[in-house]
């Protein structure tokens, strides 16, 4: 269980130095279509990566809102979820700290103005909008995993460039609108290091960024239970 957690703490760490990183060096302003593009590529690369570094250790889920998922699927034990849930907490934040460490050290602007946090200035302030886009967004990415990762599936090893791209494509959508969490984990470290750092704006908003993933891959998890069972009965 020890090297699962380790594998999910170095996950997360990876998938938010990078991915923030790579947000806070080139910016998400609407205007700049090529930062969009950056960075969904960012997250989804090292998606991509990590399935195939850590994946046949712990699963990659380096996500709360995927193990959630894989928890109402019967795939893990609530204890292992725990676990899971604060190894990748864990890792986010480090990963938040090291690039606060970095951008201060080399003097670089953060053209996020935030560490790569999540806001709701894209849904112009709607709560109930940026809730909708990320149960929607985490879903979709979530219920791909679960279709992806399922016994009876039949992709050889191409299930990690899949996930990997499926999640480029869900940020390409919403980073404009949330700058896309689909992840409980990526939006705390940053928002924390944020608040540390003096900036608690994004604290006001994380609890969208945290329920609303997971309540998206609660609902995929449920729907295809519901689907898989309806492929069996034909």
Known sequence: MLKKLIAECIGTFVLVTLGCGTAMLVGCDAANGGGYILTALAFGLVIVGMAYCVGNISGC?????????????????????IGYVIAQCVGAFAGSGLLAYIFKAGCIEDKTGGFGTNGLSGVNGSIGAGFVVEVVLTFIFVLTILGVTSKKANH????????GLTLTLVHIFGIGLT?????????????????????TEPMSSLWIFILAPLVGGALAALVYKVLEGSKKEA
Request: proline share 6%.
């Open 61 to 81: 889920h380096i996500n709360p809102a995927v193990s959630f998922g894989v928890l109402i699927s019967g795939g893990m034990k609530v204890s292992e979820f």
């Open 156 to 163: 050889g090893s191409l299930g990690g460039l899949i996930i």
């Open 179 to 199: 700058g896309t969490s689909v992840n409980p984990a990526r939006s705390l470290g940053p928002a924390l290091v944020a608040a540390i750092s003096g900036n």
